[in-house]
Structures are given as structure tokens and as C-alpha cells.
């Protein structure tokens, strides 16, 4: 899903959907990234695409997205979770409770790092995965760690990630169960099958939020969301048995701003500030203000004809944005002559 520019008028849309790679059997990508002029894509069967976009020598042909490479995790395992680091040219992948690191854009394998195992789930500085790329005409400098954390059975363990090494900081004790992490410089956000809680890495301190459902009486898994906002806020769902409200925390626990509310728990949440983008269970996209908290735009889903084909399973935010090949410039630029005077 694209983004329109922001400063177009209030009555256009601001996102519009438009296919980027066709022909992906959505039954076998698990998680999925992008970047610039690349698609990064998991597969359930372990496999790891890169598709790239190809210009078009003809400027009247859109160019398009083809498969660049195909490879394979060594444990043939799905892949869960795909994040990129720009910044120092790495991937994190989750699979099979290891985290295996990888470069950018080639995937090739970073062979001193060793993978980290019995992992529940991880959380990387997102204030860390917003640093802009290095640029070529920089002078050369040493490039700062990214952190991250790693949640075990009954254990929270910080890393740092240098160019060429994983760094081990300390660990922490930490409640079993944690399906959800999400985190924020000092703050990490998790969640279990019944409970947001925040953690302050600094303190070691943990103190419970809200419910993740606040149905009583209903034994339904709900499942949990966590969005990093900014440099100390998280949006924070949870479902009321008719309704899903967002909330929005603060690190200390504090709420800000009013609250988000949807008819249904949705399957995907999403921030492109100052927008919160979600797809229900029907197939329809919201679009929400996180400045007012106010609906500005709904996507139906697709129609009875199409459903089966264009089926919305999952939205996914990539922080380094990316290229989407479009017609609007060519439908909207003409040849003409100019004269140039001499003088």
C-alpha cells in the first residue's frame, strides 16, 4: 500500500492499493519487507526471495519487480519475521527460535555472527531502525551499535549489533509467556495472552498496563498488538468483547492523546505517521489520525468476484519506505518543444 503525498488536500486519499509483485502464493509468504528498489520475502518453507524493481528501457512501460534471488534457511523452517537494518546493512531473520543475521541488500549470510537460539521473540530500538543510511559522499565514520533485545523462556537479554560483531550486554529476569515484544529506547513493551506490561530496561522494572481482552468470560485467544509511535509512546489494542479500543502509553505507563476504536479486532496494524492503518477481519482497511483520532479513510475490501484472488491477509510497515512503479507521471507528463535564446 502506497502513500499519497502529504500535502495534497484533505478531501483525496491518502493511500491507494496497487500491486506490487504478482504471482506470490500468498499461502507460502510468511513476512515480508521492503526497501528502496527491493521486496524482501519469507516463506513458510524456509525460503528466502529477493525481487528487485527492473526499469523499463521503453519510459512509456512501467518497470516492475522480478525475482533477483532464491535461497534457503539451512533448517528449512518458516521464516517469522524479517527486520532490516539499513543503518548497518543487516537483516535480522527469524526462524525456528533463532535469530540469524544476514547482509543487505545480497542476504549473504554473516558468517562470525553466530545465531541466537531459543528465542520467543525480539525487539530492536525502532528510535535505532529509523537511522538513516550511510551515504557514499559521508565522511567515513565508526558507525554507532543497534540495539536489541531478546526474549527467552523466562529471561531478557540486550545486544548490541556492531558492523562486524554481536556485542552481549546483560539479562534480566522476565515473565514466561511472552508472545509480543516492541520496544523504544529504555522501554520495552510485551505482552502475553492476557497483559500488556512495560519494562524499563534501565531499572529493571516491569508493571502491568491493561488487559490484551477485556471480554470476561470469553476463553477466545486474542491476539496482541504493539506499535511504537514514537521516541516514548505505544499504541496498545485491546478488545472490549464488542469493540477494540487503542490506547496510547506513554513509557511510565501514562496515557496521551484519545483512544482509537474499531468494530472488530483487526488482523494487521500498521503506523505511517501521522496515520494508524489497520485491516479487519472483513478484508476493509482503516485509516485512522493519530493526531485526532478521527477515521479518515476507509478501503472496502474486494469485491465477491476478486475475493479469492486479492484476499488481504496482512499489512506490513517497512520504516525505509520503498519504490512503487506508477502511471501517474506518464499519464501527466507530455513532450513539448523549448525554444532557447542565444545571448
Request: glycine residues 6%.
Amino acid at each position: 500500500m502506497a502513500s499519497a503525498p502529504s500535502t495534497i488536500p484533505q478531501d483525496v486519499p491518502p493511500y491507494f492499493i496497487q500491486p506490487l509483485i504478482p504471482g506470490i502464493t500468498a499461502g507460502r509468504i510468511s513476512c515480508a519487507q521492503a526497501l528502496g528498489s527491493e521486496v524482501y520475502v519469507g516463506c513458510s518453507n524456509g525460503e528466502l526471495l529477493r525481487y528487485s524493481l527492473r526499469a523499463e528501457p521503453d519510459p512509456t512501460k512501467l518497470g516492475s519487480y522480478t525475482l533477483l534471488s532464491r535461497q534457503s534457511l539451512t533448517n528449512g523452517k518458516p521464516i517469522e519475521e524479517l527486520i532490516l537494518i539499513p543503518y548497518l546493512s543487516r537483516v535480522l531473520i527469524l526462524s525456528d527460535r533463532q535469530i540469524h543475521f544476514y547482509t543487505l541488500p545480497s542476504l549473504d549470510p554473516v558468517l562470525n555472527i553466530k545465531p541466537i537460539r531459543h528465542v520467543e521473540a525480539f525487539a530492536v530500538d525502532q528510535q535505532h531502525l529509523l537511522r538513516a543510511m550511510p551515504s557514499l559522499h559521508d565522511i567515513p565514520t565508526k558507525l554507532q551499535p543497534v540495539d536489541f533485545c531478546v526474549i527467552k523462556r523466562s529471561s531478557i537479554a540486550l545486544y548490541s549489533l556492531y558492523e562486524e560483531r554481536l556485542a552481549y550486554s546483560r539479562e534480566m529476569q522476565a515473565q514466561p509467556g511472552v508472545q509480543l515484544a516492541r520496544r523504544t529506547g529504555q522501554y520495552l513493551c510485551v505482552a502475553d495472552s492476557q497483559y500488556y506490561n512495560i519494562i524499563n530496561l534501565q531499572s529493571a522494572q516491569m508493571y502491568t498496563l491493561l488487559p490484551v481482552s477485556q471480554a470476561k468470560g470469553d476463553p477466545t485467544p486474542v491476539k496482541p498488538f504493539i506499535v511504537v509511535v514514537g521516541v516514548n509512546e505505544f499504541l496498545l489494542l485491546s478488545w472490549t468483547g464488542a469493540s477494540t479500543l487503542g490506547l496510547f502509553i506513554t513509557g511510565e505507563g501514562d496515557p496521551v492523546r484519545g483512544t482509537l476504536q474499531w468494530p472488530s479486532h483487526p488482523l494487521s496494524v500498521c503506523l505511517d505517521y501521522p496515520h494508524v492503518t489497520t485491516l479487519l477481519p472483513n478484508g476493509t482497511i482503516e485509516i485512522h489520525s493519530v493526531e485526532t483520532q478521527s477515521i479518515i479513510q476507509v478501503i472496502p475490501a474486494p469485491s465477491d468476484g476478486n475475493a479469492s484472488a486479492d484476499r488481504r491477509v496482512e499489512l506490513v510497515a517497512s520504516a525505509g519506505g520503498y519504490v512503487t512503479p506508477s502511471s501517474e507521471h506518464l499519464e501527466k507528463m507530455r513532450m513539448t518543444k523549448l525554444r532557447f535564446d542565444r545571448k
